[in-house]
């Protein structure tokens, strides 16, 4: 069973930056894909990033392309979140989540798509 851990978070003012990190327990090589989701009170999980472990390609929810960014270090099993001129509205609790099954195209902005998840890290976004 892969346990994943969330790290990062913490409260910044509108403008900053914040790097989240999520650590796996497992390698890398039982993993497929590695994907980040928020939620803020009061509203539904949304879909914020998705990158392969494969080959590192990656995918953006519209909300958030060209602010964050994610990375990842096969060696230390982590994914990075980095995110840059934030606002308020990014402000959520934020969950990375793997997918273990055999990859399959499409639908890694749901949360079905993923097997294991973390236990979220608080994102507090300040004006």
């Known amino acids: 069973q892969v346990q994943l851990v969330e790290s990062g978070g913490g409260l910044v003012q509108t403008g900053g930056s914040l790097r989240l990190s999520c650590a796996a327990s497992?390698?890398?090589?039982?993993?497929?894909?590695m994907g980040w989701f928020r939620q803020a009170p009061g509203k539904a999980r949304e879909f914020v990033g998705h990158?392969?472990?494969?080959?590192?390609?990656?995918y953006y929810a519209d909300s958030v392309k060209g602010r964050f960014t994610l990375s990842r270090d096969n060696a230390k099993n982590t994914v990075y979140l980095q995110m840059n001129s934030l606002k308020t509205e990014d402000t959520a609790v934020y969950y990375c989540?793997?997918?273990?099954?055999?990859?399959?195209?499409?639908?890694?902005?749901?949360?079905?798509?993923?097997?294991?998840w973390g236990q979220g890290t608080q994102v507090t976004v300040s004006s």
């Open positions: 497992e390698r890398t090589f039982s993993m497929y894909a």
């Open positions: 989540a793997t997918r273990t099954r055999p990859f399959i195209p499409g639908g890694f902005d749901s949360g079905s798509y993923y097997d294991y």
């Open positions: 990158i392969k472990w494969s080959g590192g390609r990656t």
